[in-house]
């Protein structure tokens, strides 16, 4: 919506324009009325729209040509005063005033014009006739108004409809000629339709035009209004009405209706509610709302937001498969200006048998995004009309910004659940096989994965201590010394290297000494293709002896090379050492029986949780009952048996905490 709207009015002389202003000022016909007043600014608070209006006067007495060039590129609006009762007048409109604004005005985007009939007490005719066909000659005029500056005759009106002409223009939206709606505004209406189509029906079922109606409208439909609507579309479109619901036909059909009856405010209302502006494009502010992200912090989708996005997935998955295939996605994206979504995003999520993305690889996409690039993020998620179905105030409530990463060192834990590891290697070491085993692919299934469909990126979920995690993979490419802040920005570091060539190693451990010998990222070592011959590697020491010296977990074995889909494990160890990167030697296994484990389970289930919270309150009451003076011995007796078994517990539950940290640091 305009912060405000311009009014200028132009016409021959004495045809009423600067009577027109005072009357509307001052609420009666001015005994003296001057060559021009000067602009008069009407507040928000007294105009119907709510919108500060400027209105401008035009004298060819007072002013240059030039001047008037100048108001006419700056008004939003231009009324044309004609008197009804000099003809001169009304034939200098076209032969004179509206070439003259063609010619001051951008072709692309027109001005609207109002052509007003001025000083209509002094006939008993209208000039409506003669107008008419001017009317129908020329798109840009909005409408004609004839009023009278003497007896106060429809001067508000002309004003209200000048400024709904900038606020609600009809050009956008209809064309006259063919008495139907122009195709922007057909497709834009079209994708509020979808939006809207909660369950993906085709139709808009009473609680789908209810919950359009409040969003749209701050009220619902009563529901014999809502009968009342259905009626009027069945009786003029055959097909506008099915299952008693409302079909994208019909939903076109109403707002041509609307604006054929002059109330094109309730399309542009709707319009607007979803994001569009007055060229029917939508709206950067809408597309790309403030969200302010400070240094060493990424960005996630929260709780809400998955929520959203997991039901536009089930709103799709028409065949319940729990997979999009090419035609639900398509589906998924037709509100979408572009289609976001490339072939290699097929190799960087989870697919199913027959190549389709997953549940979990929609899900683990819209996170790479979010991580990745937010803004991005929020585009699509303004597509997707989040704000309405969701009810929030934008985009950015469905966005997380996780706190610093060295607030997380310092406290050492995390609430962040996704985590980035860079993968560097030396040419053909194995850093694609690494992230397309990690998305269930064998090495039979990546020989057909063609070149161009290629991703640098993976991402899936892990399970660290029962907590669901994203791991995000990122292969960098193998130029050592052109690596950028972004390639060593990272939750942890892993060096890929081929076991059965012996000039692999190298290359890692250039890296590690160059990059990360002092950093504070962990860093993890993979012996890649370890189904094959390992050789020695023509190195200054063995990869096992570069660990030990390097306070590094010993290299990991690994290959992708396997009839069934690869072992998950190592990346479920990548995720654990990114998680917890304080933790000097770290638990490398996943099997949740070492001590490791078994504390890290203890400590995070719910019955420690419940011992803790009753050992409390057993205490309190134990301290209460000894500091009331009127208890009884008996009661005191007991009471004192409780308070010394409680404090036992108390001391046993710390001993058994002191262990524990023992035990990590042995560890």
């Keep these: 919506m305009r912060k405000d709207v311009r009014i200028l009015l ?308 028409k065949d319940r498969d729990c997979a999009l295939s090419p035609d639900e996605l398509r589906d998924l994206f037709d509100v979408f200006p572009y289609m976001p979504w490339g072939p290699d995003v097929n190799n960087t999520v989870c697919t199913n048998d027959q190549g389709w993305i997953t549940y979990q690889g929609y899900l683990s996409q819209w996170t790479l995004t979010t991580y990745l690039d937010v803004q991005r993020c929020l585009e699509y998620l303004g597509y997707l009309g989040y704000s309405i179905i969701a009810e929030q105030e934008s985009q950015a409530a469905g966005i997380t910004v996780t706190r610093a990463k060295k607030i997380d060192l310092q406290k050492k834990q995390t609430q962040r659940n996704v985590f980035r590891c860079n993968v560097f290697g030396d040419m053909a070491s194995g850093k694609s096989g690494f992230l397309q085993a990690f998305l269930g692919k064998n090495l039979e299934r990546q020989k057909i994965i063609k070149e161009e469909h290629r991703s640098y990126y993976a991402i899936s979920t892990t399970y660290v201590y029962g907590q669901e995690k994203y791991l995000l993979l990122h292969e960098v490419f193998p130029d050592f010394d052109y690596l950028t802040d972004a390639d060593m920005a990272c939750d942890i570091v892993c060096l890929v290297y081929d076991v059965s060539n012996p000039y692999s190693f190298e290359y890692c451990a250039k890296v590690f000494k160059q990059y990360f010998t002092d950093s504070k990222t962990p860093c993890m070592m993979i012996a890649a293709k370890s189904d094959l011959p390992e050789v020695k590697q023509m190195y200054g020491c063995s990869p096992l002896e570069f660990c030990r010296r390097h306070k590094m977990p010993p290299p990991q074995s690994f290959t992708c090379n396997s009839a069934a889909e690869p072992n998950r494990e190592i990346y479920t160890k990548l995720t654990t050492m990114a998680m917890y990167p304080h933790a000097r030697l770290r638990c490398m296994c996943t099997c949740n029986r070492c001590t490791f484990c078994l504390c890290q389970n203890l400590l995070n289930s719910e019955l420690l949780q419940t011992v803790r919270t009753k050992l409390y309150a057993v205490v309190l009451r134990s301290f209460a009952s000894l500091l009331n003076r009127h208890i009884i011995q008996e009661d005191l007796t007991s009471s004192s048996f409780w308070l010394r078994a409680s404090v036992g517990a108390t001391v046993f539950a710390v001993l058994g905490f002191v262990v524990y940290r023992v035990l990590l640091k042995i560890r």
């Design 10 to 317: 132009v016409g021959e002389p004495k045809v009423g324009k600067t009577s027109l202003i005072m009357s509307l000022v001052s609420e009666e016909f001015p005994a003296v009325v001057p060559y021009r007043v000067e602009e008069i600014t009407i507040p928000a608070d007294v105009t119907p729209e709510r919108v500060p209006t400027h209105i401008v006067d035009y004298s060819e007495a007072e002013q240059t040509d030039e001047q008037l060039f100048q108001e006419i590129s700056k008004a939003n609006v231009i009324c044309i005063v004609y008197a009804v009762n000099n003809k001169t007048s009304i034939e200098k409109v076209t032969n004179h005033w509206i070439p003259l604004i063609t010619e001051n005005t951008d072709k692309d985007s027109r001005v609207p014009l109002i052509l007003v009939g001025n000083k209509s007490d002094l006939v008993e005719h209208s000039s409506m006739e003669t107008i008419l066909p001017i009317m129908n000659q020329y798109s840009e005029i909005e409408t004609c108004v004839e009023c009278s500056a003497k007896n106060l005759k429809n001067i508000s009106e002309l004003f209200y409809y000048a400024q709904k002409a900038v606020l609600h223009p009809t050009g956008p939206l209809y064309c006259p000629e063919k008495k139907d709606m122009k195709p922007l505004c057909v497709k834009a209406l079209t994708r509020i339709f979808k939006v809207s189509d909660l369950d993906n029906d085709g139709i808009l079922n009473d609680n789908e035009l209810n919950f359009f109606q409040r969003a749209c409208f701050n009220s619902p439909l009563e529901p014999q209004a809502l009968e009342d609507v259905k009626n009027v579309v069945r009786k003029n479109l055959i097909d506008g009405v099915h299952y008693n619901g409302l079909t994208l036909k019909g939903f076109l059909f109403l707002h041509t209706l609307f604006i054929q009856r002059g109330r094109h405010e309730t399309t542009w209302t709707v319009l607007r509610r979803f994001g569009y502006d007055d060229d029917l494009e939508l709206n950067q502010d809408y597309l790309f709302p403030p969200l302010k992200i400070t240094p060493d912090c990424t960005t996630e989708l929260n709780h809400n937001a998955y929520l959203f996005l997991q039901s536009i997935f089930d709103k799709h998955d």
